[in-house]
Each structure stands twice: as C-alpha cells, then as structure tokens.
C-alpha cells in the first residue's frame, strides 16, 4: 500500500505541472494573440491615413521636375501674354456735362454692416452712409472736403448714382454704384464733369 500511496503522490505532482504548465501555455496564446490584433490595428490604421503623405511627397517631386528655370526674358512675355485689367479712363469729346468716364476693375464694395435682405435707403441711415463712403472711396474726395449734391435711384431697386463736388467746387463727379450682396456697394463707373448743371 506504500507504494500506492507513494506513486499517487508522485502522480500528482507531474499532474500539477501539467496543469500550470497548460494554464501558462494558454495565457502565452492569448497574450500572442491580443499582440498580433494590436499590430494588425496599427497597420491598418497607418496603411488608412499613409497614402495622403506619401502622395503629397510623390506630386512635389513631380512639379519640381516639370519647372524650368525662367528666364528674365520668359517672364517678361508672360506678363505681356496675360491681360491685365487696367483702369480705363475716357476722354468723352462734344458732351457738355461729363468730361470723361473712368472704369477700374480693382474697385471692391465699400464693406458694409447691413445684414438680411437689402433695402436702398435715401434717407438717414447705414445703406446711406456706406453710400456716402463710396462715393468718397471712388473720387478720392475726404468727407470734409465733398460736398454732396445728390443721391438717388440709379434705375433699378439695388443701383444707386450720386453727385458731388470738392469744397472748392473745382472738381466735380458723378459716380453710379451697383449693390453686391453681403458685401456692399461696389462704385461701377466714375465720371468727371464739366459742369453739376443737368448731372442729375
């Protein structure tokens, strides 16, 4: 009986090797495991936003070698090639009221406050002043040194026209507006004149 009692007892610790054994074997394959989901997250995370730089780096390459050098005579004749918009300035011959008519296509709406649908006002008022500040703007004319003489309907709900002369009365203009939304009124032609006498 000893000896039965003596081989259950070296059974039983090889059995409890085995156990802790196999108990430790597969907490190795659950950690390889969560290790392989985590390399394979990252992977795809980084292979999902790597393409954007990596395409970025690959176009530079590519603009850098299309350039050529320019010459100082090459960029000359571009600047000839492409017209530029000028201010345009006309000499009006036989008209007894307006001089000449300017156009400048770098004029920008005098910006404004106003918000919501636009309503031209001719009285009093923010439409008023921001027309006032326009025609200040387009002739050059400081607010203490203009006189205004009129400013009215330019023939639609959203055009405005306007007459003014310098303190002095030398320099007189007549200056027609057109309202751009959310933006302001943006000065469409200028004209200097001879005479206020029939400008408006």
Not at 64 to 89: I, M, R, S, Y
Not at 91 to 105: C, F, K, M, N, T
Not at 152 to 180: C, F, H, L
């Amino acid at each position: 009986m000893t000896e039965e009692k003596q081989q259950r007892r070296n059974r039983m610790p090889s059995s409890a090797k085995k156990q802790r054994a196999d108990k430790m074997l597969n907490y190795l394959i659950v950690f390889m495991i969560l290790l392989i989901l985590i390399t394979i997250t990252i992977i795809v995370k980084n292979a999902g936003s790597e393409p954007e730089p990596a395409k970025e780096l690959n176009e530079q390459p590519i603009e850098t070698v299309d350039k050529q050098p320019v010459k100082e005579d090459d960029e000359q004749d571009e600047v000839e090639q492409a017209p530029v918009k000028e201010k345009e300035e006309t000499l009006v011959e036989g008209d007894p009221i307006v001089a000449s008519v300017i156009v400048d296509p770098a004029w920008e709406p005098t910006p404004t406050t106003q918000t919501g649908e636009h309503v031209s006002l001719y009285v009093a008022s923010t439409d008023w002043q921001e027309k006032i500040e326009t025609l200040s703007r387009t002739t050059g004319l400081a607010h203490d040194n203009m006189i205004v003489l009129r400013v009215g309907n330019n023939g639609g709900t959203q055009n405005a026209i306007g007459v003014v002369t310098s303190a002095d009365g030398t320099e007189k203009y007549r200056v027609s507006m057109e309202w751009v939304d959310e933006q302001g009124w943006l000065p469409t032609k200028l004209e200097k004149l001879h005479t206020t006498e029939g400008a408006y």
